[in-house]
């Protein structure tokens, strides 16, 4: 009996483990992120780019093929990575510079927050959220805001932040691509038969 329990057991967590790697495709809908938490270490993992909340919390694919749940109110931000730098374990994100050093070129809204943590100087981050109805959907699906960072050529391409960790948000401009100046019309080269029409007729000319 016993026997049987733990061949059930075993079975059950390959069960698990197959279908949080293999069942749900990671290739497509998940994308590599290393989680900053306001308490502990850094986690590293897998996640969907939108439309990952559920019941105030995510559900992080670990490395091992474990889902990990977390509380959307331990969650300082989320970064989306190229590499997990497994062996950085002070700043794996690489995420170096946190503002713009000068105006932003590409369009989007220009945006500090600061983090609710106390903290002297203020935790702050600087980052372009969309411009479109695009941003409305993160707030409503996500609870948060979806970031590009100053530096794109990083290990970071993108950051999640939840609502919960903003204490305060400051608006700092709206970047809008300018609009492309249309060539001016060259004047028409004035034909021959018009020429031939618009010509003024001698004084003695006579009507047909």
């Known amino acids: 009996m016993d026997d049987e329990l733990a061949t059930l057991l075993h079975l059950f967590r390959c069960f698990r483990r197959h279908y949080a790697t293999i069942g749900q495709p990671m290739s497509s809908s998940r994308k590599k992120v290393i989680v900053r938490r306001f308490v502990g270490d850094a986690l ?4 969907p780019v939108s439309n990952f ?3 105030r919390g995510i559900d992080l694919l670990d490395l091992s093929g474990h ?3 977390l509380p959307l109110n331990e969650i300082k931000f989320i970064c989306y990575v190229r590499d997990f730098n497994l062996n950085d374990t002070v700043n794996p994100e690489r995420l170096t510079r946190r503002t713009f050093l000068a105006r932003p070129r590409s369009e989007g809204l220009w945006l500090r927050l600061t983090f609710r943590a106390v903290s002297s100087p ?3 981050l600087e980052g372009l959220a969309p411009i479109d109805a695009l941003i409305l959907d993160d707030l409503l699906n996500d609870f948060g805001l979806q970031l590009t960072p100053p ?6 391409q993108r950051i999640y932040v939840p609502r919960s960790s903003i204490a305060d948000l400051q608006l700092i401009a709206v970047i809008t691509t300018p609009s492309r100046k249309k060539p001016l019309l060259a004047p028409a080269t004035p034909s021959l038969q018009s020429e031939l029409f618009n010509a003024p007729l001698p004084p003695d000319a006579k009507p047909n």
């Open 44 to 47: 590293a993992g897998y996640l």
């Open 53 to 55: 909340v559920r019941n």
């Open 67 to 69: 889902i990990v749940s």
């Open 122 to 124: 203020p935790d702050q």
């Open 151 to 156: 530096d794109i050529r990083s290990n970071t």
